[in-house]
């Protein structure tokens, strides 16, 4: 019955397509089209919201201050899944393990930024838009929307539909998607993009009054075009009932399907956005941050298998990253509050898999918080201009390291 | 009539080539509103295009003296209806405010668009709506975003130096441009950026020394307890030079100043031909000639549309069909059209089909507005149009379901066979015979996409 109704959904836009061949390749999973100036490449970031506490993610088991400041979450080492001989990650994280093993992990230790702020609001602020400063700082764009307006500048005229940048979710769009002149929409699941009617051959404007106009034509083509893609989708759906790729079904894992989905149906949106909340772990920490941690793991590699099935895993980058850490000794309720640097995740096979920047030390705290290692505006600067092709201006820190977070 | 005798801008009159005929009025009512139904269509065939077009411009007029008046909504002279329609509007657009939902604020405003004796002065407030773009993403205030809404309903088509004092010196635009975060000696350039650049003068009028300058001015302007206020102890009260202008300006000198300005009018002309022109229609020197009329009429709003709706360029075929629909137009034509506005469809499900289609009311994507034309039509907003007709073919904009029924509609008009029928509903909504087809059939062509 399934295969049936594959073999009919195909025979039927073979129907609608014949004479465009463009669009059919243009929807066709694997298509190398793309948009001057960014290369095809696709950005996912996914927003770990609350502050992830780094310390029980990549765990510095080796550093004596681990044992001393966590005695109740602390996390007994041979349960670790070890990286080297000073750290190791969650027992939860094994998809992430499995993916630094096929070397398409890269973890940057102890990224954050100069002063940092406890308060949720303003470091997510300030993450978003890359704008260090106190709450009355301003900040009207995000730093994916900067980037993307550059990007529109050098292509103006460009004539790309989809849009600039695709929050999946119901949450409001977050700042880092806000920009001047750049589209941002919000997906709350791929049901906005299926044809609720099957797609029967349309009517195409010859049929009516104003035959040679450029705008008809403009949106007969289109038209035709959405077709195809709801077509294209509904197939990637029904595969995936198939079990071709298996994704957690969790929020996450469901939003990174929806992406993964989108991605492989030709979409040209270069910057997707997922949020994972659930990291302000004040109390019994341990359960929550395990199945938090498990989550994103597996939601990632999941995500990363399905694209590499695909063939155009060399076109995505996943990035995740959290507001700030958490302080390094526990609290009395078996939680941790709010502290300061902490590891951002970047997934894809040509990012630099393993450990990035120096592991911060447990033993050298300011005001018993992290010391950051690697200031987070140069790894967006990397990543604009590495990844998405787009020059970044970003105030430069001071004592600013290098880093490399791409394969050459 | 005021026209002025414009060479660019005719006025349309019925001739044997181009009569006044339904495909006339159908593009009028598409553009001035959001579309009529047959019984309005085929009064205003009848009544030939000057009373046609005056018709719609005194209801708007009508309204704005009552506006003016203080007493806000439509004109109780209309009808009893109309006096109806104004209470319930009230009262739904309060509930919205009190219940500090902006889904229901979205919903006060598709009632008003559906339901409104005068769709100009509601398609004139969305335009401005675009014009001065702002999103309750950073207000985060109904009853902010709703203020804001009504002074652009009362200026719509009045005097744009009214409208744009009225507006700026407002709470909304105040924090959407962080007015509170532009203090004497730390300026916080937004405000004044947009003010020249998006609402007045356009790239290009200006230098970055009129921006911070301008920025210097307006410090002082803020909101407190969520009202405007100017605040003496933030205001740098130091020499300004300001466009050529040097002086100790504040924030109401910046705005005499900028509304003196010639590049202005052109801005404003621009974005009226946005609004009721297609593509490529208007011609510079049209521009040009609209500008200067607008600035020897003191930017009076309302003039410059009349002379809009009364042109033969209005009226021309390169006009007629030359458009995009935005979704609100696409989605609440029909509507009309049909007749299902009794019973009511459910407006908190258009606002969420709005938002669908790509236009999300109270939230412009950025400060630039919605960019409109062509750039409605996406992968997602197509799909998203065709479910919409969908869902108003099988009657799930309302609750309980309430499919529409064309049958009854062209019995009434007389259309007894399935094809006078078919003939009936692709004219009326479409403005033309030659799409053949069911409703659904006909409202997912290509064509009524345009208008």
């Known amino acids: ?408 | 009539m005021k026209v002025a005798n414009l060479a660019e801008w005719k006025p349309y009159e019925p001739t044997e080539s181009r009569p006044w005929d339904l495909r006339l009025v159908h593009h009028l009512h598409r553009r001035a509103g959001f579309g009529a139904n047959w019984g309005e269509l085929q009064r205003d065939i009848d009544a030939g295009p000057q009373d046609a077009v005056s018709r719609i411009l005194t209801v708007a007029n009508l309204t704005k003296s009552f506006g003016d008046a203080g007493i806000g909504g439509e004109p109780k002279a209309l009808t009893n209806s109309a006096t109806d329609f104004d209470s319930l509007q009230q009262l739904i657009g309060d509930a919205a405010v009190s219940s500090g939902d902006i889904n229901r604020l979205k919903a006060w405003w598709f009632y008003r668009m559906l339901y409104c004796g005068d769709p100009l002065t509601e398609r004139m407030t969305l335009m401005w709506h675009n014009h001065f773009a702002t999103s309750n993403l950073k207000v985060a205030n109904v009853a902010m975003m709703k203020r804001q809404n009504d002074l652009m309903r009362q200026h719509a088509l009045g005097k744009f130096g009214d409208l744009l004092r009225a507006v700026i010196k407002d709470a909304a635009m105040m924090v959407w441009l962080d007015a509170n975060a532009n203090r004497k000696g730390k300026p916080n350039e937004n405000l004044a950026r947009e003010l020249m650049e998006l609402f007045t003068l356009g790239v290009g009028h200006y230098s970055e020394t009129d921006v911070k300058e301008v920025a210097r001015a307006l410090t002082g302007w803020t909101v407190r307890g969520g009202d405007f206020e100017h605040v003496m102890a933030y205001h740098d009260g130091g020499t300004k030079q300001i466009l050529g202008e040097q002086g100790s300006f504040d924030g109401d000198d910046v705005l005499d100043i900028l509304l003196k300005q010639e590049p202005l009018a052109r801005r404003i002309a621009m974005r009226l031909c946005e609004a009721f022109f297609g593509e490529a229609v208007i011609t510079d020197d049209a521009l040009d000639e609209l500008a200067g009329g607008l600035r020897d009429h003191d930017l009076d709003i309302g003039w410059a549309v009349e002379t809009i709706l009364r042109s033969e360029t209005f009226f021309s075929d390169t006009n007629i069909g030359n458009r995009v629909h935005d979704p609100i137009q696409f989605m609440i034509g029909p509507l009309r059209a049909l007749e299902m506005l009794d019973p009511p469809p459910s407006t908190l499900l258009l606002a969420e089909w709005a938002s669908k289609l790509g236009q999300d009311l109270f939230y412009p994507p950025n400060v630039f507005g919605w960019p409109g034309g062509r750039s409605w039509l996406t992968t997602r907003t197509m799909i998203g149009r065709a479910n919409y007709v969908s869902a108003l073919c099988r009657g799930e904009l309302h609750r309980p379901n309430h499919p529409p029924d064309i049958e009854a509609l062209a019995i009434k008009q007389g259309c007894s066979t399935p094809a006078d029928q078919s003939k009936l509903a692709s004219t009326l909504l479409l403005g033309h015979e030659n799409a053949p087809g069911d409703i659904e059939a006909i409202l997912r062509r290509p064509a009524s996409q345009l208008g």
Not at chain 1, 156 to 176: N, T
């Open chain 1, 1 to 408: 019955m399934k295969t049936n109704r594959r073999r009919f959904l195909d025979q039927s836009s073979t129907v609608v397509l014949g004479a465009m061949t463009s669009l059919v390749s243009r929807a066709v999973v694997a298509d190398d089209r793309s948009l001057p100036g960014q290369n095809g490449k696709i950005l996912v970031v996914i927003q770990m919201s609350g502050g992830n506490d780094g310390i029980n993610t990549i765990v510095p088991y080796a550093d004596e201050g681990y044992a001393k400041h966590r005695k109740k979450l602390r996390l007994s080492t041979d349960r670790l899944l070890k990286i080297d001989e000073s750290v190791g990650f969650h027992p939860s994280m094994r998809s992430a393990a499995d993916l630094l093993e096929q070397g398409k992990l890269g973890i940057v230790q102890g990224v954050g930024y100069p002063n940092p702020s406890r308060s949720h609001d303003t470091s997510m602020a300030i993450w978003h838009s890359a704008q260090v400063g106190g709450e009355e700082t301003l900040r009207s764009h995000g730093w994916l929307g900067k980037a993307m307006d550059t990007t529109r500048e050098a292509v103006i005229g460009g004539g790309a539909k989809d849009p600039d940048m695709i929050l999946v979710g119901d949450e409001s769009p977050p700042l880092a998607i806000q920009s001047r002149r750049s589209t941002a929409v919000t997906l709350s699941s791929l049901s906005d993009l299926r044809l609720r009617r099957p797609a029967v051959a349309q009517p195409t404007i010859q049929n009516d009054q104003t035959p040679n106009s450029s705008l008809a034509r403009f949106v007969d083509q289109t038209m035709q075009n959405a077709i195809t893609t709801a077509s294209v989708l509904e197939q990637n759906i029904e595969d995936r009932i198939d079990g071709s790729a298996k994704f957690p079904s969790t929020r996450l894992g469901q939003r990174m399907q929806t992406i993964s989905t989108m991605v492989k149906s030709g979409f040209q949106t270069p910057i997707y956005y997922a949020i994972h909340s659930g990291y302000d772990t004040h109390a019994a920490q341990l359960p929550s941050h395990a199945r938090l941690l498990r989550e994103f793991s597996d939601a990632v590699k999941a995500f990363m298998d399905d694209v590499e099935a695909a063939g155009i895993s060399d076109r995505i980058c996943v990035m995740g990253f959290s507001e700030f850490g958490r302080r390094v000794t526990e609290n009395g309720s078996e939680g941790t509050d709010h502290g300061t640097a902490g590891p951002v995740f970047l997934a894809g096979s040509q990012v630099r898999s393993g450990l990035i920047g120096s592991t911060p030390k447990l033993s050298d705290l300011v005001d018993g918080d992290l010391q950051m290692t690697t200031d987070f505006r140069n790894m967006y600067q990397e990543v604009a201009q590495k990844w998405l092709g787009t020059a970044l201006k970003l105030p430069v820190p001071r004592q600013s390291l290098p880093i490399s977070l791409f394969d050459a």
